[in-house]
């Protein structure tokens, strides 16, 4: 696997890797500057044939919803909490699984960088108060996802066109990606150990789920 660009500098050069981040991130797409399809010759294509596809995708939803349903309870007895800057006005009606399949009909992204969005949700967690709720769980994926794109892979796409997939406005993904960026401590890399890490627990939960359906299906 490739995994993330990483590069060491001193103090003296925090200044130049910054300049080569906003680059990167807030620059122009790279060699890639086309639109997506989610027709084939005229036929709708099985999402999970995709090249972008990942058999994560269906643990990462359910973790993902998981949290948002517990967070949204702590906030319904204790109200708002937390930071709150990455929500949304209303609880958008796509589910989060289908949220991410439109993100690999349409981002032409590697399989890879949806272990790393889930890693980057994780830094944010730790390193802010925030709260994952139905508010915010759909814009959290998305940015952990640019990040991810960008820091990831060698083709990626402008700002503009990530925030047509995800259904908000290119000024709003610019401001959660810089936000984003700052709340980690622009801490964007992944360590082979830490990828392998999270795909351990994923492919573990992935076992234990095709067990279950195994045992469900003898029953029968």
Same mark, same amino acid.
């Given at each position: 696997l490739q995994f993330l660009y990483f590069i060491e500098y001193t103090v003296g050069e925090?200044? &130049?890797?910054? !300049?080569?981040?906003?680059?990167?991130?807030?620059? =122009?797409?790279?060699? &890639?500057?086309? !639109?997506?399809?989610?027709?084939?010759?005229?036929? =709708?294509?099985?999402?999970?044939t995709h090249e972008s596809y990942s058999s994560y995708i269906p643990v990462i939803s359910q973790l993902l919803t998981s949290l948002s349903k517990r967070g949204d309870a702590q906030v319904k007895q204790k109200g708002p909490l937390g930071h709150g800057a990455y929500d949304g006005a209303k609880?958008?009606?796509i589910t989060l699984e289908d949220y991410m399949n439109r993100w690999v009909r349409y981002s032409f992204c590697s399989k890879e960088t949806f272990v790393l969005a889930v890693v980057y949700i994780d830094r944010l967690s730790h390193k802010t108060d925030i709260v994952i709720t139905s508010l915010n769980v759909h814009r959290l994926l998305l940015t952990s996802l640019v990040l991810?794109?960008?820091?990831?892979?060698?083709?990626?796409?402008?700002?503009?066109?990530?925030?047509?997939?995800?259904?908000?406005?290119?000024?709003?993904?610019?401001?959660l990606e810089a936000m984003w960026l700052t709340d980690i401590d622009w801490d964007v890399y992944v360590s082979p150990e830490q990828y392998h890490r999270y795909t351990s627990e994923f492919d573990s939960h992935n076992m234990y789920m095709a067990r279950e359906i195994k045992r469900s299906q003898e029953a029968r």
């Open positions: 925090e200044d &130049a890797l910054r !300049t080569w981040w906003a680059n990167r991130f807030f620059g =122009k797409a790279s060699k &890639a500057t086309g !639109t997506g399809h989610m027709m084939s010759g005229g036929r =709708k294509v099985d999402i999970k609880t958008p009606s991810a794109a960008k820091a990831r892979d060698d083709i990626y796409y402008s700002n503009k066109y990530y925030a047509s997939i995800g259904g908000i406005t290119t000024k709003e993904m610019n401001r």
